[in-house]
T-cell receptor, first 111, second 114 residues
């Protein structure tokens, strides 16, 4: 079973920041938080990952709470092309790392 | 473009037949994992290959088998196809000896079993 809880769906206006929450209250000390998104009929696209520090790249920012029990993915200026299902995943590196996907959050960006 | 290549992109098979799907990992990656994604669901881990051996397996029957070649490319084979095997099959590649490494997915192979 997935170790994360995400809202089923969210809406955001184009040009605004999209903030996607994720709860992972049972996360272990050596588990990373990964975010992927999947646009209809395409393979999952890697967005960002982090262990305990906040992370930022060209796509998004990842804010992890100090207790690591939750995180927020921030898309700073959402566009229509950001409409997708967003998956929050926690995963340990164990040599044979696998990702356990939940249902994700269906994010719709509205014009 | 994640650099992971899968083929074919779409195929239709009949119940009872066998299918082979192929994957070339991102350049420099040595580990290939396969996932099955049914319509409306998140991807489910099938198995992973490293150094031409299956390292870990999800909850899938023996009808699902795989292979990894010396150049790190991989095949997924499914025997005795069932209607329920209709899904998007995803290949993911990574580097095994990297903590917190990034896993990249291909665009998938759509399998329809009729």
């Amino acid at each position: 079973d997935a170790k994360t809880t995400q809202p089923t769906s969210m809406d955001c206006a184009e040009g605004r920041a999209a903030n996607l929450p994720c709860n992972h209250s049972t996360i272990s000390g050596n588990e990373y938080v990964y975010w992927y998104r999947q646009i209809h009929s395409q393979g999952p696209q890697y967005i960002i990952h982090g262990l305990k520090n906040n992370e930022t790249n060209e796509m998004a920012s990842l804010i992890i709470t100090e207790d690591r029990k939750s995180s927020t993915l921030i898309l700073p200026h959402a566009t229509l092309r950001d409409t997708a299902v967003y998956y929050c995943i926690v995963s340990i590196f164990q040599g044979a790392q696998k990702l356990v996907f939940g249902q994700g959050t269906r994010l719709t960006i509205n014009p | 473009d994640a650099g992971v290549t899968q083929s074919p992109t779409h195929l239709i098979k009949t119940r009872g037949q066998q299918v082979t799907l192929r994957c070339s990992p991102k350049s420099g990656h040595d580990t290939v994992s396969w996932y099955q994604q049914a319509l409306g669901q998140g991807p489910q881990f099938i198995f992973q290959y490293y150094e031409e051996e299956e390292r870990q397996r999800g909850n899938f029957p023996d009808r699902f088998s795989g292979h990894q070649f010396p150049n790190y490319s991989s095949e997924l084979n499914v025997n005795a196809l069932l209607l329920g095997d209709s899904a998007l099959y995803l290949c993911a590649s990574s580097l095994v000896d990297r903590s917190g490494n990034t896993i990249y997915f291909g665009e998938g192979s759509w399998l329809t079993v009729v």
